[in-house]
């Protein structure tokens, strides 16, 4: 498995140095499956400040359809010919039909009873309770919708990731048709099978765990590592072993991630970070796909909240970061108690 930078030297004449000439360094790095690059700079990273959050949650608590109060008069059922049950309960977590959907099975699952929770607040029985609620709900989707295959549970986190409301919830998806994501990655690992006859799962795992630069922790059945290549500011990657379908997930396994989780997103928090995605990726009825976790900071950068997304990840599909993976991998595991 190859894990190649390429380094970038830049040449100019800096205004702050009388002129002289200086070189700025940047790195590219290219992703050992898919072979997708990102890009690591060496700016200075200014300390971000800790948002208030208060106003926007208590400016949304009113009108909010997902509090307990609305959500079981103004959220949708599931139509009885696709699944067996109108909702999906369990804990304070309740699955329900997305109202708008992104595909022919889209669903949310409110996390909490509580309005707003910051990204700090979360418990593992909160997360797990929730998770379990998705995976029931992907399982019972397969029977009578074989090709949906697709199945995701996603996690926009506050309206900075994309989300419209403020209350936490899931969306979770259950397609025939393949993202981006999952195009390039199966054919990634198809191309990765042929040509090196191992799993690639296993083999990242492996050498990651040797190496020690990206791997933070096993859980379990959970291998805990940052992307070499990352997708966002960083990017955590939890990969699982021994399941591969949303029917493995209720149980240990649920409470296991949904702790790791819980950690994850306190070390976010501990940076000022108050937003994130998260993705956890199953192809149903494929056995070969190991189901894994992808989990991005969303940050907005002070002084005056620029998007981290500009142009290169826009419209050249090109992540930047300044945050190198291997201190997050370092800062993370010091943080870590699951
Ligand atoms: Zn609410």
New binding site residues.
Partial sequence: MRFEKIIKTSHFLDPFQSYAPVEKLSEVRVDPLTGSTSRILDFPVRQLEKTDLGPIAES??QF?????S??EQITPKFDPSLVPRDRYRRGEAVCFPNAFPYDENGAVT?ISR???IPIDGFTGPLISDALECCAEYLTDVLPRQGEAVYQSINWNFLPLAGSS???PHLQVMASSTATNYYANITRALETYGRAHGGNFWDELIAGEERAGERFIARTGAVSWLTAFAPMGAFDVIGVLSGASRPADIPGALADEIARALVAVLRFIGSLNITSFNMAFYFVAGDASFTPHIRICPRIALPPLGTSEINYMKMLHGEPLTTMKPEDICVAIRESWSV
């Fill in positions: 949304t608590r909010c359809p997902f509090c307990p609305m959500v409110v509580e309005h707003f409301l403020v209350h």
